[in-house]
């Protein structure tokens, strides 16, 4: 029998949602959702269910995921109930189910924690340069160990257990049957929906989005791999300067346009930006426009004596690593991959 939880609306409210229980289940959003199918029908269910309370139909769904934000049905709800906001904000609060450590749901719920969270990485790199001398080698060659051990600690003790986590509410505790062989067809379409979103190409109008992000997210996985693995800012290659310096404008190209949007609010999908949104797009021009001047203040030269400009990066990146990748909406790029392997699957 489906639980209850009368509160479920407040909680949501702190992820962002509002007015949604102003819905008079008309289906008009279902309606006009351009991704919306008879198998997987949506939004109208999942406001229902958030008015309602149904926790757990909601954990062990993923519906949230299947929408793209166009924002179509959120114009075309008679009751201005928002319904594309309260999917938004239905993600935010998944995220913070599936984080086994608590801590996304916290700092998805306050700024003052997450500004502390922030200060806090920023005096951790502080003082490990004051213990260091301001040696700019040792803290160059320490923070390029960071960027390696970062990720793959992130991933194996945060997100590959709520991954896991994603699994047991959407496949096991619902008794899903999967055969092995469906895991193993299945893993193509997670690989191409991680790295082209495709789906959002069904949005209505959402073609030069779809783009950007595309483009965003070649960018930011290519300037990891130059960064990590081909070692840009030690490397003395013509090829991987000049690949470091296209994608890391890339980077802060598109981000200022996602930045100027949110601003502007002329989008449905800028119109009520949450904290861990600002926070999300801002870190990543941050991460783009540092590594950038770090490489040019590398070729010209004058590091060495401008040490503050790799500090100032090493702080953002520490402060991206530690808390927007693992607790933040980066999240959402993982789940929203995994869910359209799940999707299939089930
Ligand atoms: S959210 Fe709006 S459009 Fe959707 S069912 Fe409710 S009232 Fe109708
Ligand atoms: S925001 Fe767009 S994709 Fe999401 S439910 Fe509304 S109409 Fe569908």
């Known amino acids: 029998m489906a639980t209850i939880n009368p509160r479920f609306g407040e909680e949501l409210k702190k992820y962002g949602a509002f007015d949604f229980n102003a819905c008079y289940n008309c289906g008009n959003c279902t309606a006009v959702c351009s991704l919306s199918t008879e198998d997987d029908s949506f939004p109208r269910e999942m406001v229902r269910f958030s008015v309602l309370g149904l926790e757990d139909d909601i954990k062990s769904s993923l519906k949230p995921w299947l929408c793209y934000y166009c924002g179509e049905c959120t114009t075309n709800c008679p009751r201005t109930a928002y319904p594309g906001e309260l999917m938004m904000s239905l993600r935010r609060w998944l995220t913070s189910v599936y984080d086994w450590t608590g801590l996304s ?7 003052p924690l997450s500004i502390f969270a ?17 040696d700019l080698a040792t803290i160059m ?3 390029h160990y960071f960027e390696m051990y970062a990720i793959l600690t ?15 509410f959407v496949i096991l505790k619902p008794e899903i049957k999967v055969s092995f062989k469906n895991y193993l067809s299945g893993f193509w379409e997670l690989m191409v929906h991680m790295f082209t979103q495709k789906r959002a190409l069904g949005c209505d109008d959402n073609q030069l989005r779809w783009f950007e ?9 290519g300037l990891l791999f130059t960064t990590v693995v081909l070692d840009w800012f030690s490397s ?16 802060f190209t598109i981000t200022v346009i996602f930045v100027s949007e949110r601003i502007r ?11 861990s949104d600002w926070l999300f797009v801002i870190w990543l021009f941050l991460m783009g426009l540092s590594a950038f001047g770090v490489r040019v203040f590398i070729d010209t030269k004058i590091l060495e004596n401008n040490i503050w400009i790799y500090l100032l990066h090493l702080i953002i990146l520490v402060q991206w690593a530690l808390i927007i990748v693992p607790f933040g ?9 995994f869910a359209m392997y799940f999707a299939k699957l089930r």
């Open 105 to 111: 749901g916290l700092l998805y719920k306050s700024l």
């Open 213 to 221: 992000h595309f483009i965003l997210v070649i960018g930011y996985l």
């Open 118 to 134: 922030f200060i806090l990485a920023a005096l951790g790199v502080i003082i490990f340069s004051v213990q260091e001398k301001f």
């Open 154 to 168: 992130v991933f194996g003790v945060i997100l590959l257990p709520n991954i896991i986590r994603m699994w047991w």
């Open 265 to 275: 609010k002329k989008k449905e999908l800028s119109k009520f930006s949450q904290p």
């Open 236 to 251: 003395g290659s013509l090829f991987i300067t000049v690949l470091g310096y296209l994608l890391s404008i890339i980077v």
């Open 329 to 337: 909406k980066w999240t959402h790029f993982l789940y929203r991959s």
């Open 141 to 143: 060659h320490y923070g």
